[in-house]
């Protein structure tokens, strides 16, 4: 599974002026339903519900909320570039600023946890971050998320 089975260019934010870890989910939330087609509102909840279970902050500046739902058909990714570091939750009490959201079909197993390894793996590349942080160009920030080697690799 690619980052390009994941995201598209309309996926990607690349200024989000959120203040919250909520307002930044609901906001992620509100732009997943435009491009799924789903209730924003579900989005929300399922994202939430997870956040309950355990914060998706997994450090260095990185989130990565993810949630599946029943009314989906494939896997989506989001992301976002913050325009501020917020405050997450995360597992090394750092500020969060970069967010890659994905959502998947409550059938999707394996395939939802392959695409969670994949971002990981991605966003855990200190240079494709820093080269992340380093643009607010929406097109630039699809770039480097779908050609970084970190994106291809198995």
Known sequence: MEITDLISPAAVIPNLRAT???QALQDLARRAAEITGLHERAIFDVLLERER????????????????????????GLFARLEKPIHFDSIDEQPVDL???????E???????????????????????????????ADALYSLLTES?????A
């Open 99 to 105: 967010i890659f959201l994905l959502l998947a079909p």
């Open 20 to 22: 919250s870890k909520k």
């Open 107 to 137: 059938s999707a197993g394996a395939d939802h946890l392959k695409a969670l390894a994949r971002v990981s793996r991605l966003l855990r590349d200190k240079s494709v971050c820093e080269k992340l942080r380093g643009t607010d160009n």
């Open 149 to 153: 080697p970190a994106s291809r690799a």
């Open 53 to 76: 279970l355990g914060t998706t902050g997994v450090g260095n500046g990185i989130a990565i909320p993810h949630g599946k739902l029943p009314s989906m058909e494939r896997l989506y």
